[in-house]
T-cell receptor, first 113, second 113 residues
Framework: QQQVKQSPQSLIVQKGGIPIINCAYENTAFDYFPWYQQFPGKGPALLIAIRPDVSEKKEGRFTISFNKSAKQFSLHIMDSQPGDSATYFC????????????FGEGTQLTVNP | DAGVIQSPRHEVTEMGQEVTLRCKPI?????LFWYRQTMMRGLELLIY????????DSGMPEDRFSAKMPNASFSTLKIQPSEPRDSAVYFC???????????FGEGSRLTVL
């Protein structure tokens, strides 16, 4: 019940494309869903996060879509750029109870020029 | 403002040797996490502390691994004896609370020959 399943494992798009990364969770008590971005040689860093009271959140070119009934959420990157090439991790937690984050397996995104 | 500081950044050692990885969390953060990242297994939580107390060490692979947090500003992860399969990047992260935003260090890349 603590698992977060992420797909695809890797993704290659052309500059300007819209890569979509999907995550599914089992625990309906999860109430906080962040995405982390990791560049080579660096630690992951928070990119954007959503809570289940909204179905979508946008920050710049990054959008999270959230489907509570399907227990799924996804990251969309609009007008992707080569600088977006990184590994992306979804995560989930029961924020209100103070539980730690559970991470997905990660998606390696490559944006070709 | 300094982020999470890890040392050493790179460590190459021989099988059987003791390895000690160090972490200084962000001042004021109450939660500290140790993660291991490999291509095969992704980002694995090894152990986390809240207010210097170990809360969940179920991710620690075996008795060869140990972690301590003697005070709020310092933690160590020790591997004794080290084995080639321990080769990975080890990340330390800190947060205000277990379910909150994690701030990762830049990692310690360990190679055990």
């Amino acid at each position: 019940q603590q698992q977060v399943k992420q797909s695809p494992q890797s993704l290659i798009v052309q500059k300007g494309g819209i890569p979509i990364i999907n995550c599914a969770y089992e625990n309906t008590a999860f109430d906080y869903f962040p995405w982390y971005q990791q560049f080579p040689g660096k630690g992951p860093a928070l990119l954007i996060a959503i809570r289940p009271d909204v179905s979508e959140k946008k920050e710049g070119r990054f959008t999270i879509s959230f489907n509570k009934s399907a227990k799924q959420f996804s990251l969309h990157i609009m007008d992707s750029q080569p600088g977006d090439s990184a590994t992306y991790f979804c995560a989930a937690s029961k924020e209100t109870s103070g539980s730690r984050l559970t991470f997905g397996e990660g998606t390696q995104l490559t944006v070709n020029p | 403002d300094a982020g999470v500081i890890q040392s050493p950044r790179h460590e190459v050692t021989e099988m059987g040797q003791e390895v000690t990885l160090r972490c200084k969390p962000i001042s004021g953060h109450n939660s500290l996490f140790w993660y291991r990242q490999t291509m095969m297994r992704g980002l694995e939580l090894l152990i986390y502390f809240n207010n210097n107390v170990p809360i969940d060490d179920s991710g620690m692979p075996e008795d060869r691994f140990s972690a301590k947090m003697p005070n709020a500003s310092f933690s160590t992860l020790k591997i004794q004896p080290s084995e080639p399969r321990d080769s990975a990047v080890y990340f330390c992260a800190s947060a205000w609370r277990p379910a909150g935003e994690l701030f990762f260090g830049e990692g310690s890349r360990l190679t055990v020959l």
